[in-house]
């Protein structure tokens, strides 16, 4: 019993190795890239498309409240950045 434990444990680290070197290459040219980034007209164009699928029905009932809170949340953080923003 304690064999095919080791041949099933030998089986998984086998497949586990391949994953690691994919890890490993991704990281190495991730690092050439460069970051990417987020601008707050894009969360304002993120909540003008959350709006509008709400308002055409992409969302259903139950998954509303969570929609609306993460609405809330991007919409409170926008708001805030927008206002932190030195007047011109």
């Known amino acids: 019993m304690n064999k095919n434990l080791k041949v099933k444990s030998n089986k998984m680290e086998s497949q586990a190795a391949p994953a690691k070197d994919l890890m490993e ?8 890239a460069p970051a990417p980034t987020l601008s707050v007209a894009d969360l304002q164009n993120l909540l003008l498309v959350v709006g509008v699928a709400c308002k055409r029905g992409a969302v259903q009932p139950q998954e509303m409240k969570t929609v609306g809170e993460v609405y809330e949340r991007v919409d409170a953080y926008v708001k805030y950045v927008v206002s932190q923003q030195p007047q011109k």
């Open 25 to 32: 290459s991704t990281a190495q040219t991730s690092t050439d």
